[in-house]
Nanobody, 127 residues
Framework: QVQLVESGGGLVQAGGSLRLSCTASGRAFSEYTMGWFRQAPGKEREFVGIISWLGGTIWYADSVKGRFTISRDNDLNTMYLQMDSVEPEDTAVYSC????????????????????WGQGTQVTVSS
């Protein structure tokens, strides 16, 4: 079983940048598609984006496309979320998750495909 730990959250001004990390331990990180999700207060959890196991496929939600960048370093068992030009609407708890199946990627996947989750990290964007 894989364990996921997010870090890098905090308070940032609108227009600024922040980089989140998701570090995995346990099963082979390099064989699994990973995803970033977020949940704002009073709202349902939503996709931010996904990256396939070798990074060949990356998909972003329209709300973050062009501002956020997902990457991964399989040697470090870590996935990243570079957040640029942040907006107050980006305020949320950001969580990473691992796909349930190895070497599997789906564009616009169902959330249920991701079965292992980190505890989340809070990002607050001030206006």
């Amino acid at each position: 079983q894989v364990q996921l730990v997010e870090s890098g959250g905090g308070l940032v001004q609108a227009g600024g940048s922040l980089r989140l990390s998701c570090t995995a331990s346990g099963r082979a990180f390099s064989e699994y598609t990973m995803g970033w999700f977020r949940q704002a207060p009073g709202k349902e959890r939503e996709f931010v984006g996904i990256i396939s196991w070798l990074g060949g496929t990356i998909w972003y939600a329209d709300s973050v496309k062009g501002r956020f960048t997902i990457s991964r370093d399989n040697d470090l068992n870590t996935m990243y979320l570079q957040m640029d030009s942040v907006e107050p609407e980006d305020t949320a708890v950001y969580s990473c998750a691992s796909h349930s199946l190895p070497r599997t990627v789906t564009i616009e996947p169902e959330e249920a495909e991701f079965t292992t989750w980190g505890q989340g990290t809070q990002v607050t964007v001030s206006s």
